[in-house]
């Protein structure tokens, strides 16, 4: 058993060790530098604090040799990740100073300090600059969406580094994002011959949009205003409302039973009450059958819906989408009346002939208990085809 758990041990250590190993191959030296730094603060390792070294020293060789590739080539674009790399670098170091100067079997580990600060603030002032201007470029000739929305993106990570110093930024970002976002409006028509109210309609589209689009996508269920342009328009059509007619359907169910009606004497061959061996009268009890009609009524109505839900361009107007949805629903209702004894029912069947029949429900009654049905269906149509809403 010792020798078992030895070897686990062993193998355990051999897994770890392999595992820093790989990811220093691989060029995965933060990773690195996260799991001997963990390892060191408990016990100091020589193994552990070899691979931290070349870790360290590897992961700043290629960050300084990318950073001086991106002055180099002298692309304002560049300062974004030049900002990036030094962070990196900052934060690496800041890491490595909890376990150094550290010695270990003999070996010391100790690296000089380097201030970042200077060269971090530069290059987040010229990345502030560049998305600026580069933001506020789109923003003055956009031409589609995208531009206005890529506009807003630049000048979010404009006002990120500059900590909103430039001038009106709010303003611009406001408008970049109102001009960015595509609005949807969503209508119902019904061609379907029965009639029904506008509230019922308004019903139908009266659904939680959220997960149909994206921070750029807006439904409108109501024009907010008359001259308001919209990107897209949804029709929500009904093309058929089937409302069967009152169904009535009456089930009879007799039931019997025998009960107590009194008892009467045993006489003997001269018509005098017999006695027992106690002396008293001889009685034996006396039944009645008894009966009783359930007559059950049942109540049946049903609707159907059917329709489709048609997703248009409106610059320029064209149909990109139909999708068919429909929903059913059923009104049921039972009720009974009892003729005869009502001894003579079970008390299922009794509680059953205390259900009194109630009117049935119109036909736009109907369709308003199906609304909460067919909601989910239009709003699955109109998620299933979000892709074309951009």
């Given at each position: 058993m010792q020798k078992i758990f030895t070897f686990l041990i062993a193998a355990?250590?051999?897994?770890?060790?392999?595992?820093?190993?790989?990811?220093?191959?691989?060029?995965?030296?933060?990773?690195?530098?996260?799991?001997?730094?963990?390892?060191?603060?408990?016990?100091?390792?020589?193994?552990?604090?070899?691979?931290?070294?070349?870790?360290?020293?590897?992961?700043?060789?290629?960050?300084f040799e990318r950073i001086k590739y991106l002055k180099m080539e002298n692309?304002?674009?560049?300062?974004?990740?030049?900002?990036?790399?030094?962070?990196?670098?900052?934060?690496?170091?800041?890491?490595?100073?909890?376990?150094?100067?550290?010695?270990?079997?003999?070996?010391?580990?100790?690296?000089?300090?380097?201030?970042?600060?200077?060269?971090?603030?530069?290059?987040?002032?010229?990345?502030?600059?560049?998305?600026?201007?580069?933001?506020?470029?789109?923003?003055?000739?956009?031409?589609?969406?995208?531009?206005?929305?890529?506009?807003?993106?630049?000048?979010?990570?404009?006002?990120?580094?500059?900590?909103?110093?430039?001038?009106?930024?709010?303003?611009?970002?406001?408008?970049?994002?109102?001009?960015?976002?595509?609005?949807?409006?969503?209508?119902?028509?019904?061609?379907?011959?029965?009639?029904?109210?506008?509230?019922?309609?308004?019903?139908?589209?009266?659904?939680?949009?959220?997960?149909?689009?994206?921070?750029?996508?807006?439904?409108?269920?109501?024009?907010?205003?008359?001259?308001?342009?919209?990107?897209?328009?949804?029709?929500?059509?009904?093309?058929?409302?089937?409302?069967?007619?009152?169904?009535?359907?009456?089930?009879?169910?007799?039931?019997?039973?025998?009960?107590?009606?009194?008892?009467?004497?045993?006489?003997?061959?001269?018509?005098?009450?017999?006695?027992?061996?106690?002396?008293?009268?001889?009685?034996?009890?006396?039944?009645?059958?008894?009966?009783?009609?359930?007559?059950?009524?049942?109540?049946?109505?049903?609707?159907?819906?059917?329709?489709?839900?048609?997703?248009?361009?409106?610059?320029?107007?064209?149909?990109?989408?139909k999708e068919p949805f429909g929903a059913s629903n059923q009104f049921e209702?039972?009720?009974?009346?009892?003729?005869?004894?009502?001894?003579?029912?079970?008390?299922?069947?009794?509680?059953?002939?205390?259900?009194?029949?109630?009117?049935?429900?119109?036909?736009?009654?109907?369709?308003?208990?199906?609304?909460?049905?067919?909601?989910?269906?239009?709003?699955?149509?109109?998620?299933?085809?979000?892709?074309?809403?951009?």
């Amino acid at each position: 058993m010792q020798k078992i758990f030895t070897f686990l041990i062993a193998a355990l250590l051999m897994a770890g060790c392999g595992s820093t190993t790989k990811k220093l191959q691989q060029g995965n030296y933060d990773a690195v530098i996260d799991k001997t730094v963990k390892k060191l603060i408990r016990n100091a390792d020589s193994k552990d604090a070899d691979e931290m070294d070349r870790a360290y020293k590897m992961a700043n060789e290629r960050d300084f040799e990318r950073i001086k590739y991106l002055k180099m080539e002298n692309n304002p674009d560049n300062y974004d990740e030049i900002f990036s790399r030094y962070n990196m670098l900052k934060e690496r170091q800041r890491k490595v100073r909890t376990v150094t100067p550290l010695t270990v079997d003999g070996k010391s580990y100790s690296y000089e300090y380097v201030d970042y600060d200077a060269e971090m603030v530069n290059a987040k002032r010229k990345a502030a600059d560049f998305f600026y201007n580069n933001g506020k470029g789109l923003l003055e000739n956009a031409l589609q969406k995208e531009d206005y929305r890529n506009a807003y993106y630049q000048l979010m990570k404009a006002s990120e580094y500059s900590g909103g110093q430039f001038e009106q930024i709010d303003e611009l970002i406001y408008d970049a994002h109102i001009k960015g976002i595509s609005r949807v409006i969503v209508e119902v028509t019904n061609q379907a011959p029965l009639q029904l109210p506008a509230q019922v309609l308004e019903d139908l589209i009266s659904f939680n949009t959220r997960g149909l689009g994206n921070e750029w996508v807006e439904y409108h269920f109501k024009h907010v205003d008359e001259n308001a342009f919209y990107d897209y328009m949804v029709i929500v059509k009904l093309l058929s409302i089937m409302v069967s007619p009152d169904g009535v359907k009456d089930v009879d169910q007799v039931f019997n039973k025998k009960i107590s009606d009194g008892f009467e004497y045993v006489l003997d061959a001269n018509g005098n009450v017999m006695k027992d061996t106690a002396g008293n009268d001889i009685k034996l009890q006396k039944f009645k059958d008894i009966t009783c009609t359930l007559i059950e009524t049942q109540q049946f109505k049903s609707v159907e819906i059917k329709g489709e839900v048609e997703i248009y361009s409106m610059d320029p107007e064209r149909l990109m989408k139909k999708e068919p949805f429909g929903a059913s629903n059923q009104f049921e209702h039972s009720s009974a009346r009892a003729v005869g004894d009502l001894g003579a029912l079970t008390e299922e069947a009794l509680t059953k002939s205390q259900q009194e029949k109630i009117p049935f429900p119109t036909d736009v009654e109907m369709v308003m208990t199906c609304t909460e049905t067919i909601k989910p269906a239009i709003r699955n149509s109109i998620y299933a085809n979000r892709q074309y809403i951009k």
